[in-house]
């Protein structure tokens, strides 16, 4: 089983290219090893505005794309989470999730606090140990900043290490 939590999910274009990734690889999976080794994969969508699942179902789920999901063993769960309530956080169950992305949002609800310190300290306690947590962000000062806080708070060297890291700040020129 894999589990997938997509914080600030809004419409989750990226259900298209996980589910194509996963197609893929499960199919040269299947001939190499002549079985699949993921035969669960559950994925939530995590945002605190419910008028995204008209988008998810226009665009994702059309033309009965949800069946075939769970035909590959794939189920999607639209959950609300509120960012700006820690209550939300303190439900998070501790290593929940192979995989937790944020994807265009960090800069919607950082004010770097202590509260926030504990929240991201959460949601990183709901990812398995060996699990992933993917930041893809636009290149903004503010998303570049909360990168740097966020690599310097939570950073020891043991627990964790930046695979890929791109960070430049937009010269005053450059449109954001």
Known sequence: ALKMGLFGAGPAPEVIGITNFIQNYSRQSSKKLRGSMIQKISIDLLDQV???NFAREAFIFSNKKKNKLNEMGITINSKTFDFSDFSYFKN???????????????????EYSNQEEEKYKKILKALKPGGFIIFSERSITET???????????????NYSCVYSQRSFLTEDEPD
Not at 92 to 110: K, M, P, R
Not at 144 to 158: A, H, Q
């Open 92 to 110: 998070l169950a501790e290593n929940s999730y192979d995989l937790i992305s944020f994807q265009n949002c960090v800069n919607e609800f950082v």
């Open 144 to 158: 570049v900043i909360f990168i740097d806080w966020f690599d310097s708070t939570f950073n020891d060297g043991k």
């Open 50 to 52: 419910k008028e995204w």
